[in-house]
């Protein structure tokens, strides 16, 4: 079973967004079609965008002790300490749009295993805990995920823009064709 589809599709959702012709012929394709495909790479944007929050969290939070380490500063409880990092990094959508579509939470737990799996040897619970190296080292796989998430999604919403556009142009289309 893939790790983002649901067991019946068998393949995940990214790599149906990214085959090739997923996105060709669009003035041909039926307009439900192109709803169908447009709501698939929204959704995938959204996980991709929930996934890469999740990333640059944690990133935060082993970039705060690392700096709180190198300034000498005094540790301080830990929900305080992921409270302040957390609030100072909070994001809204980055395209300034509202999120239309609800991560669901098998999805949240897909992206929380994801990124434990990369970071199964940075125990966040215990920052004081780990090296300086192996802090430097956790920031290292995270920012190449989120690189490599940050690609994906730039593929995802340029796929995604051709669909809107085609929708837009027809519905434009039809609004001239009311007018005439």
Known sequence: MSEETPPAEGKRRIDRILAPGF???????????LRTR????????EYLSFLRRLLQGRRDLLR???ERRRSGGDAGPLVERITAVLAEGSRGP?????????????????ARRR????LS??????????????????IERIDGEE?????SRT?????????????????????KGLRA
Do not use: N, W, Y
Request: contains cysteine; negative net charge.
């Open 64 to 66: 705060d002790e690392l």
């Open 94 to 110: 980055s395209r300034g749009e509202a999120v239309l579509v609800t991560v669901p939470e098998e999805e949240i737990s897909l």
């Open 38 to 45: 447009r709501d698939l790479c929204r959704a995938e944007r």
């Open 121 to 138: 040897d940075a125990h966040l619970s215990d920052l004081e805990g780990l090296s300086d190296r192996e802090l430097e080292e956790a």
């Open 155 to 175: 593929s995802v919403i340029g796929i995604h823009d051709r669909f809107q556009e085609e929708m837009k142009r027809r519905f434009r289309g039809e609004l």
């Open 147 to 151: 690189r490599e998430i940050s690609e």
């Open 115 to 118: 990124i434990e799996r990369l």
């Open 23 to 33: 996105g060709d012929d669009l003035p041909e394709m039926e307009m439900e079609e």
